[in-house]
Every structure is written in C-alpha cells, then in structure tokens.
C-alpha cells in the first residue's frame, strides 16, 4: 500500500487534530446517522487513554466512538478520493455521512477507502466506531472477559497476553487524498547490483485507462540517473532501470533515489508518484549477517511506541529525538517490538540510515504468559486460534514495507510457545508466505522465549537468524553473576550444536533499573546492578564469533499493566521515559562507539 503524498496529480489533507469522542455501551445499537452528542474531546494522532484525566478512560476497555467534520470541494470530487487511516487500535468501523465506508481489523497497520459515493461538496462527517478488545483470535492476543449485568449491559474486561499497555484509538494521521482515475496502485521494488553499477526492478501496478509510463530516478541532487518508458500492457508492469556508479544505502550513512512514476494517457500526465528507494543488499552466510556484502553487527535497542501522553500515538518529535539519541550513543538497529510502527517512522528510518528488524503484532501467542518466568499452561496451538489475524499482518505489513531498505529482516513473532506441539506446524506456512511475498527475500526470524528450551524448540530451525530474549541476572539467576554467565554459556553452545551455521543475536537482555536508585553493593534495582548485568552479558557475547548483535531491553522505560513486578511501567530502559540516561547508558555508549558497524567479528 502506497504512503499518502501530494504530488503533480495528487491532492492530500490532513484530518488530524481535534476529534469528539465518546465511549459507547451498546455498541448493537449504535447509529451514526445523527451527530455525536458528547462533550469530551481527543486529538488525533494519539492514543485516548492518557488524555482525559479520567480514570474510567484510562483503563476503559470495550467501544468508542471519534467523529469530525471535514470539507470537500467540486474539484476533490471530481477525482478519485480517498480516506485514509494510519492505523486504529484495533478494529474499526468507519462511517462517511452515516454510510458504512470501510472496515478494518488490526491496530497498527494502514488501511483505506474510496469515498467519492459518499460525500458532497461541502462539510461531511467521519465518524469511527472502534473497540480495543484482544482476544484468543487477534493479535496482539488479550484474555478477554465479558460480563453481562442485570439490565442487559455487556461489561469487557481484556487482560494483556503481553508486557505492555494496550493504549487505543486513532494512533497514526488520518488523511484524505486524490489520485486521478488512471492511477498508480502500487509499486515493488528491488535492486541488484553489479560491480559499481546497479539495476532497480520495479513492478508498477496500474488501475484505469492508460498509454504509457515513464520511470525516472533521481540522484539526492535532483539528477535524473536512469530513465524508462514502457507502452501500456495491462495493469502490470515490469521495468528496470539500470544506474553507473550508484551510490548504497548504508547503515547510518543513507543514501535514497527518487523513484518517480509517471502514468500519462493522450499525452496527458494522469498520476505521478515519488518513492524513495535506497540501493542495497542484505543475505546471510556462513554464519554472518551481511549488508552490501560485509557482515554487519546489531547495536541497538528493541523499543516501543511509547511517550507521554500520547501514549503510543504518532510522536514524531520523539521519533526524531530517540534516532539521534541512538546515534550517538553508536547504536545503528532497532526492533520494531511488539508491532509494526508508524510509517513516519520507517521514513525516518530509511532516511537515516537506521537497521530495523519489522515485527508483526504476534506478541503474546504463549498460553498463560506472565511477566515472570512461571508460566502455566502448555496447550498454546490448541486454545489460541490466531493464525488468520497473523497471516493478514504479515501479508500488510509485507504490503505497507516491502520498498524500505531500513526493513533488513522481518520477525514473524516476538516470543511464541514455539516449544509446544503444534508449534511446527504453525509456523512453517507463515515462513514459506514471507517469502513468497517478500521479493526482496529478506531474512526471517521469530523470537525467541526464554522458557522455550533450546532442546526442545521446534520453530528456530526455520529462521534465518537465531534472535533470542534472554534475562539471565533478572528472571533467572538474580543476583548471582558467576551463575548467569554459566547458563548463558550453556544455552548458547546448545544453540550453536543445533544450528551451526546460523547467526545468532539477543533482541531482548536487561535488567529494571529504577533510575536514581543506587547501591554500594550492587542489588537488583539500582543502576549498578544493571551495568553489572550488560558487563557480564557483554563478556560472553564477545566470545562467540557466530553472535552477530545485541539489541537491549529497553531503549526507554514504558507503560504496562499494572503488575506488582511493574513500577508504574516496565524500568529496564536504558533511558528513563522522559529519555533520561541511566548509569548504563554512558556504559554502553562507551562499548558501542567502539564497536563497528562492520566486521566487529571479522
Ligand atoms: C519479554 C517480552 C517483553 C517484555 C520483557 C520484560 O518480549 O515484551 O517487556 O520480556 O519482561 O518477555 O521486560
């Protein structure tokens, strides 16, 4: 799916701002023929939770409603017009004038819809219908409990499967835009590269009346560096455009072209539209993880859309702030944990130059999961019934992030049973579709969970790259150093006897650290213990030639439920919330400024 831009041929407008909100009970009955009658107010892009100083609204879990006014003119209808959402946590009904115009399950990827039919010149009104509600058959996954009272009043509660707040509502821009009748649907992008030169394939997707297209690149200078015209030949088509002397994408050293399209019919300019396309490669072999050809080390974070206030709505000034603070501290990846993130944020990426593994929403596929290590149940694949809510994730969020050359891996999981029968049989589907609609091939990954023995998993095998979360020093081995070492060693060389040829890397290690909180001796909770914790982590990840990266738990403190192992949010961020540096922080920008993007392991 295309990101929303204005161009030569496309008009766009912003429908975020000041939305009216209401909670809504009986959802059965709900009719958005007549205006919204409510007096509270939330604005869009964010989550509802943090802005009503109510607590009923900061845990309220079931529907709500958000409505506005926007304007059309003549013009915009006489173009094809589009709505578009960002993303709405997590299912959404979406209402033009009181006329149902789109429906769209899944909180964190885009989706849209042609509105022409129902909309005049003139002011219209949108209003959304949306629950937050996870359960057994989504992902994320939540337990959810309904209750019914005495006079009818069906009562929800969902309890996170997972170890983050659900904040909900419209969380990313909502956004009008034209395109003409002819216009570009979509576009897929590859590139291969030979010697100084190289080549980008595009696959144009074409709807309506056309005779001709041109594809142009352009240098970050604004030169034209290759150029096709290709005849009109059905709603599909392939192009290559060859390119002397082309620059790479790097990691933290970015270069984008310009792919622009142009669709023209009777010598007239239909629809133009612009993508930027970083040139670059990324495989794996023998045991190495190799971008542009050089094998490539992880520094960095797995993270969470997660600020004040806006909850884990759209906040492009802390998107800005945490890559650069990244940057500096040497950092150069990210994981999109728990959930694809904002599509500001993956042009961000790719802008400058950050590495990022894309995750789906499947966070919480474990029966039972609870923030410590002692999890009961064991019948995951018999109770869950999640497959169809993940495979529609992973075939949009292919859709939305096919052309970033951030994207350099995707993960298909973050912590599934992946130990329990059944789990095999899940999986392996799921991997064979990514490739299939990946043209890019990226590499593949899911995970993996602590409390899934090495011995006994039954997914990893499918994985390009073995990513594991590890606590040891914090739900294993607390406060015993010499012991955390020891069975961190031992589960790694059991790893490594079962796939000697793959890549391994941690996407999770940490300790909550309260920041401000400080111990001669070095006790749980402090920031000494957490510097001691990434020392001795740190120790053993250089030993291993095959361990390719390590992506610490967590950039920043976050939002949880509320949890007597949670103080006010989870605290193993390296910053606090507010993006504060604790001890670790300095520490490991002291390790990663040394350690380079490249041939770290030779
Ligand atoms: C892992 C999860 C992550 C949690 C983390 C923790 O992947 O979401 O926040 O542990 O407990 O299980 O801090």
Redesign the pocket.
Known sequence: MLYPIATETRMLFDLNGIWRFKTEDHPEKADPQTKLETDRFMAVPGAFNDQSADKDIRFYTGYYWYEREFSVTEEMLSKRLVLRFGAVTHEAWVYVNGKEAAYHKGGFLPFEAVINEAVHPGTNRVTVLANNLLDYTTVPVGKLKKTVTDDGLVQYHSEEN???FNYAGIIRPVRLYTTNWTYLKDIVLNNTIDGSDATIHANLSIDGEYDKVIVRVFDEDGNEVAKSETQANGTNINTGLHIRDARLWEPLNAYLYDVKVELYKDGKLEDSYTEPFGIRTVEVKDSKFLINGKPFYFKGFGKHEDTYLHGRGLNEVANVADLNIMKEMGANSFRT??YPYSEEMMRLSDRMGFVVIDETPA?GIFEGFT?NINMKGDNTWETMDTYEAHEQSLRELIARDKNHACVVMWSIA??AATHQQGAAEYFEPLFELVHELDVQKRPRTQ?H?MVAPADKDLVMGMTDVICL?R?YGW?VTLGDMAKSEEEMRKDLDTWLRRFPDKPIMYT?Y?A?TVAGLHSLYSIPFTEEYQVEVYEMMARVMDDYPSFIGEQT??FADFE?KIGIGRVQG?K?GVFTRAREPKAIAHWLKERWTRIPDFYYKG
């Open positions: 997972f170890d983050f944990s728990h966070v923030v973050n912590e995970v969970i979360n606590y739900y999770e940490g909550d738990w967590n949880t989870n193993k």
